[in-house]
């Protein structure tokens, strides 16, 4: 690779001030518009980081899937204080509530809580998915260099765009 391709590479690899702000703003819950206000750059420029900036989407998946198991965690030790209780009330005889909690089993709506994330965490795994797209879904050659080239190309010409 030529230095202008080894640079607009590595700058697919990071994220710069104003992506910081704007990956906080959305981390909050803010939209596009509201993002590129603290950033100081248009909503189409945030979309464009949304969509086709590597360490932004990885930074942006990092913090969800973060979140994610923190809530799952939550979900968790709620979801066993909840199970105390309702064996305490079956425990003492309480027949509704036993009646209740089989019920709940046998239906299929029992809670199920655990999390499994597909979205790529780091720039790199967002290139390579781009990569693998590119190549129509055969994984042996999703790696090559010619397709993470292709694909880097493609990524930046959207950026661009």
């Known amino acids: 690779m030529t230095q202008l391709t080894t640079d607009r590479y590595e700058s697919l690899l990071q994220l710069n001030p104003s992506q910081v702000l704007a ?3 959305l981390d909050a819950g803010g939209t596009h518009q509201e993002a ?3 950033a ?9 980081w949304v969509h086709h900036h590597p360490a932004f989407q990885a930074e942006l998946n990092r ?3 973060e979140r994610l198991e923190h809530l799952t965690a939550r ?3 709620v979801t066993a204080a909840a199970f105390d209780v309702v064996a305490q009330a079956i425990d003492a005889g309480d027949v509704a ?3 209740a909690w089989v019920r709940m089993t046998y239906s299929g709506t029992s809670t199920r809580s655990g999390s499994s994330s597909n979205a790529p965490l780091t ?3 967002v290139i390579d998915c781009a990569a693998e797209s590119i190549s129509m879904r055969e994984p042996m ?21």
């Not at 050659?141 to 930046?156: G, L, P, S």
């Open 97 to 99: 509530t036993a009646l």
């Open 36 to 38: 590129a206000d603290a």
């Open 23 to 25: 990956i906080e703003t």
């Open 141 to 161: 050659e999703a790696y090559t260099k010619i397709f993470r080239e292709v694909a880097v190309d493609r990524i930046q010409a959207e950026l661009e765009a």
């Open 63 to 65: 913090r969800r899937f």
């Open 123 to 125: 720039p790199g795994a």
């Open 40 to 48: 100081g750059v248009n909503r189409v420029t945030v979309t464009r």
């Open 75 to 77: 979900a968790q030790s």
